[in-house]
């Protein structure tokens, strides 16, 4: 495996363009519970291949929220779960796997087996460090603000300017915003405003782009944030952490779909003095948690260390196949083991 890091990213591009070219049937794919940077990057990257005349197709292993189907040839995007049939034809008439936003097999979920069971040629362009997924070409760079601004690159470097049409635009655009919380972290690189601002001239409206996204949620969704916040924050003062659990039946009473809870784990950082923030959401057979930092608390390390997940420093997430009860009880022992860490960072915020 090569492993290929910013300076040598151009390098490593220019030969993805080589494969590109010499493929007919390439196929995107981008990992499980799928986010807007995940979805900008996959669409962006696929209508690229498209518009250069590839029967190209766009995979998630599962479903993807509402608030990104606005996007353009959303639908055309082929979900694994509950197309597996379809899903399974397509991976074996492809001839080059792209995969983005991720580099973990275990986030592709049962489409997993899959991949790596082909034999085809395999890409990676990312943004997370620990690639652990093996693939012929690996284009991570770090510090990226997205794997969005990396598949920008990767189409500008080999399609020229031109290739960057509204539509993907849109797309790219959407990632940068969504995995930069609105360019309020991840995004202190002049390069991405660089990025940005091309996007801009294509004509896209970004704020249109911004409603579509954040103001685009039902009641149920809204109410259920006011309760999160209201009746199940629970602020660790000793610790500067805080933490929210929804259960199933909580869940239920909201009406909840998928894209629900996005977003609800930046709330507790907003109040003074937490720096650490963790959303732990019940789903049939196992827990999902998710966890967001200021500052230098890792939560990649701790989501590694504890709950077999992963991420960025300041943003990570990870499962547990305990039950809820049991999850909660390890999460706040975890907490109290990293007292250290979590004084020091707040104490350099
Ligand atoms: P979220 O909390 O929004 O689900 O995820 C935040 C970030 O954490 C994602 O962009 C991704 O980098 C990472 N992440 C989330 N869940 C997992 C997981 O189960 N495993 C790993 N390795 N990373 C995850
Ligand atoms: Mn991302």
């Known amino acids: 495996m090569e492993f290929i890091v910013k300076k040598e990213l151009t390098e490593i591009f220019s030969r993805l363009g080589e494969w590109v070219a010499q493929s007919e049937r ?3 794919i981008t990992h499980l519970n799928p986010d807007g940077d995940a979805i900008g990057s996959l669409l962006g990257l696929y209508l690229y291949l498209k518009n250069s005349g590839k029967k190209a197709h766009g995979m998630t292993p599962n479903n993807f929220p509402a608030f990104l189907r606005w996007l353009p040839s959303a639908g055309e995007i082929v979900r694994y779960q509950g197309h597996e049939k379809r899903a399974r034809q397509i991976l074996q008439e492809a001839d080059l796997l792209i995969m983005v936003d991720f580099n973990d097999p275990k986030r592709l979920g049962r ?3 899959e991949v790596t069971a082909s034999s085809v040629r395999k890409a990676i362009i990312d943004h997370h460090p620990n690639p652990a997924l093996d693939a012929g070409l690996v284009a991570v760079q770090e510090d990226a603000s997205s794997a969005a601004e990396l598949v ?8 020229g300017k031109k290739a960057i049409t509204p539509e993907i635009a849109e797309c790219i655009y959407t990632g940068i915003m969504t995995d ?9 690189r002049p390069e991405s405003f660089r990025t940005v601002a091309r996007l ?3 004509g896209i409206d970004k704020d249109r782009i911004f409603n579509k996204v954040y103001n685009n949620f039902s009641v ?6 006011g309760y999160a916040l209201y009746r199940k924050m629970k602020v660790l003062t000793k610790y500067h952490s805080a933490y929210m659990v929804l259960t199933l039946d909580e869940q239920k009473e909201f009406g909840f779909v998928t894209g629900d809870s996005e977003g609800f784990v930046n709330y507790p950082l907003a109040v003074r003095g ?3 923030s963790v959303l732990v959401v019940e789903k049939a057979g196992h827990v999902k948690l998710s966890f967001r930092s200021k500052g230098k608390f890792n939560v990649n390390e701790f989501a590694r260390k504890y709950f077999s997940g992963g991420g960025h420093v300041n943003a990570a997430g990870g499962e547990s196949n305990e039950s809820l009860e049991k999850t909660v009880h390890l999460l706040e022992k975890t907490i109290s083991i990293s007292a250290h860490e979590l004084e020091e960072a707040f104490r350099q915020a």
């Open 152 to 159: 920008f690159s990767f189409i500008g470097q080999t399609g």
């Open 274 to 276: 937490v720096i650490f």
């Open 180 to 188: 930069t919380g609105c360019f309020s972290f991840n995004s202190s």
């Open 111 to 113: 489409l997993c087996r």
């Open 26 to 28: 390439p196929v995107v």
């Open 200 to 202: 801009l001239e294509t």
């Open 220 to 225: 149920r969704r809204m109410q259920l944030l």
